[in-house]
């Protein structure tokens, strides 16, 4: 019998067999030096991925959702403070907002999946201390749209975990707003080998709270000027992520070589509505995301064909449990509920070859 065809949703070997070298030599000098937390190695990073993204601070933390905790404290918003961030986004997002103790203030999105800037705009109250401008399945929200509705008093955080490379009009995402929070998740475009996020800012003041936020309040050891916690940079992922990092613009157009495949093969086709690319972005993919009709049966058929294949996300913020203290049921957010139904992410990562591409895109097509 023969064996069935598989393609991988993600295949993060394929990375790792072509870097071996430069990680086991970068691990291997964490190992010599026992330099195991922060130190030279992650530091080292938080310099190269600052001046990567054009910014002057980059502070690493544990994980992305530490960062975007961290991002929002470290600019003082806090208890009874509003914070305008869009239902369709991972619930790390509202997730932290809540943990930070500000309130959650969802709004739909258009098209292009990206945060609705007229919602934003109605969204606006006295209490709006902070818009979350999250950068959906690689390309950046209209970062310079919210900030013409909200003025210089809203603080703008940009929620990149997952564009790291991308640009809008030319300036890198992590540059685009007051501060930005990312994860290094091993999945996203730049990965590590464990959890590890970063706070990106150009603001010295927020850049120095995070990394005191992130080493229990304080710089030094056992010098405690603020309640903090602890989540620091491995030394190991900050290693890591200098071994990738100088391939991550190689790895994304790699990715958007394959979007195009993908474009290529699907265009045409009424039932499959491509993903949409904003004015002046620069996409790098981290998700290839189409919408289908029926998509759980379509879903189904792709799995039975051994295609691997996602949902992100199956259901918006407010229709999740944990949130239902928001109040907001089914119809709140119309095109968020109905994007949620339909999307249906295919396999991308930069190694997936044009074969592979053209199996996962005919099987599709087979079953709508």
Avoid at 63 to 85: F, K, P
Avoid at 125 to 150: F, N, W
Avoid at 311 to 321: A, E, I, K, S, T
């Amino acid at each position: 019998m023969a064996q069935q065809r598989t393609v991988p949703f993600v295949d993060l070997s394929w990375q790792t067999v072509r870097i071996r070298d430069e990680t086991d030599a970068a691990i291997g000098r964490i190992i010599d030096t026992s330099s195991f937390i922060l130190g030279d190695a992650a530091e080292a990073f938080e310099h190269e991925f600052a001046r990567y993204c054009g910014t002057e601070h980059c502070v690493g933390v544990g994980n992305g959702t530490d960062a975007l905790e961290l991002a929002i404290q470290s600019t003082g918003i806090g208890a009874g403070d509003e914070v305008i961030l869009p239902a369709n986004t991972f619930a790390a997002t509202a997730e932290a907002v809540v943990r930070a103790g500000a309130v959650p203030v969802l709004v739909d999105c258009t098209d292009d999946y990206l945060i609705s800037v007229e919602a934003v705009a109605d969204a606006l109250t006295k209490r709006t201390r902070m818009i979350a401008a999250v950068h959906l399945y690689g390309q950046t929200a209209p970062v310079e749209d919210l900030r013409s509705i909200a003025g210089d008093d809203i603080v703008i955080l940009e929620d990149a975990a997952q564009s790291q490379g991308a640009r809008r009009h030319g300036k890198m995402a992590g540059a685009l707003g007051d501060v930005a929070a990312t994860s290094f998740y091993p999945g996203k475009n730049l990965g590590a080998f464990g959890d590890a996020g970063a706070v990106i800012t150009n603001d010295c003041d927020v850049a120095d709270k995070v990394r005191r936020l992130r080493n229990h309040g304080g710089i030094a050891k056992y010098e405690h000027s603020l309640l903090g916690r602890n989540s620091r940079l491995d030394g190991i992922q900050g290693a890591v992520l200098s071994s990738k990092l100088g391939h991550l613009d190689e790895w994304n157009q790699l990715r958007r070589d394959a979007a195009a495949i993908y474009g290529e093969i699907l265009s045409g086709n009424e039932k499959v509505q491509l993903p949409v690319v904003a004015n002046g972005n620069e996409h790098v993919f981290h998700l290839y995301v189409v919408r289908v009709p029926d998509r759980d049966r379509v879903l189904g058929h792709l799995a039975e064909a051994g295609i691997g294949v996602g949902v992100h996300y199956p259901n918006p913020v407010h229709l999740l449990p944990a949130f239902g203290f928001l109040g907001q049921g089914a119809g709140s957010f119309p095109r968020a509920e109905m994007f949620s139904d339909e999307i249906l992410s295919m396999p991308m990562y930069p190694g997936i070859t044009p074969d592979d591409q053209q199996y996962v895109a005919e099987t599709l097509l087979a079953h709508l």
